[in-house]
């Protein structure tokens, strides 16, 4: 019988448990199991284990611990494929339905999603949340949709705050319509609506009127009082509009009396006179003013810089 020196190995693999004892430090094998104390490796199915568990046969397992980071020589048909349309994971990218993957995770084709958990990486491409979904590019605009609506941001992010809030928001487009922040560009800016007379049958279609200003415009119908009347226009027109400006055109109506307006349009009204023999003269009256609230619009621009209409810094009213 040989004396056992305390040192004791035990391996354990499935339902297998062996436990040695070993005199000295040389090698015990035990066909087909080698153990080897100076390098503290264990071969099964060899004599020259090159690790510490050298396995050379297949290993049946109920359990494994580990997080797998370091196993090696997958083959091609497990799950990290190599083609058929697997997941691929070549240097150190996830690639669904391809195997060339440029990003950390990449989906070759369409993506089906129940719910997911928030995550966010905004100096890149994409946030997503369990109401929101945000795509990016390059930090310079983003698109929101959920809540019924799709919205576009421009302008770089913020440092701080929620993904949206770094943004200004420049469409908008929901149940309510469609709203636009800045200038909008157009070669063409129509309407089209459902016929009046043939609401069912026929469509109406109307173009805008444009010119070189951005202006706006105020129209009505009054009528002398004694050879006078005095038009007032609403209480914010005079911070809406720039008092150098502003034009005023007459129509009589019924008739014929020589109008005239009086000292121009000031503190948001403007009257009108006649010196003709109707002293009572009815008349239309269109008032047209350029905006003060923006800069005003460069007419002529060089095509290749043209990013949208440009406008450039006026003086407003103080």
């Known amino acids: 019988m040989k004396t056992f020196r305390g040192l004791f190995i035990g391996v354990t693999l499935g339902v297998l448990a062996i436990v040695l ?35 050379n046969g297949t290993v049946n397992a109920l359990t494994f611990r580990g997080d797998g980071s370091q196993l090696t020589n997958l083959p091609g048909a497990s799950l990290w494929g190599s083609g058929g349309g697997s997941i691929w994971y070549p240097n150190g990218n996830v ?11 990449q989906v ?27 795509l990016h590019s390059g930090g310079a605009s983003l698109m929101q949709m959920g809540d019924g609506a799709m919205l576009f941001y421009v302008t770089s992010p913020g440092t701080g705050g929620s993904v ?12 309510g319509g469609t709203s636009v922040t800045g200038p909008f560009s157009a070669s063409v800016k129509n309407f089209r609506i459902d016929h009046p007379d043939e609401p069912h049958a026929k469509v109406l279609h109307h173009s805008s009127l444009e010119g070189p200003e951005i202006a706006v415009f105020y129209r009505g119908e009054a009528a002398l009082v004694d050879g006078e009347a005095i038009v007032v226009l609403p209480a914010y ?16 109506v019924g008739g014929w009396s020589p109008l005239f307006v009086s000292a121009g349009v000031r503190n948001g009204r403007f009257v009108v006179r006649t010196d003709g023999p109707n002293r009572t003269q009815r008349f239309y009256w269109e008032v047209k003013a350029v905006r003060a609230d923006v800069a005003p619009l460069v007419v002529e621009d060089v095509k290749e810089t043209r990013r949208g209409p440009k406008r450039q810094q006026d003086d407003r009213n103080s």
Do not use: C, K, W
Request: aromatic share 10%; proline share 5%; no cysteine.
């Open 95 to 105: 690639g669904v339905s391809t195997s060339a993957p440029m990003e950390a995770f």
């Open 164 to 175: 949206v809030s770094a943004f200004n928001e420049r469409l908008r487009i929901d149940t």
């Open 21 to 55: 004892g070993l005199v000295g430090g040389a090698s015990s094998q035990s066909s087909p199991l080698t153990v080897v104390p100076s390098s503290g490796r264990v071969g099964i199915g060899t004599s020259s284990p090159a690790y510490h568990l050298d396995v």
């Open 237 to 252: 027109f005079e911070r809406l509009t720039l008092r150098e400006h502003r034009t005023v055109h007459l129509t009589p």
């Open 108 to 134: 070759g084709g369409s993506l089906s999603l129940r719910s997911f958990t928030s995550f966010s990486n905004v100096a890149h491409n994409a946030y997503f949340s369990n109401d929101y979904r945000y």
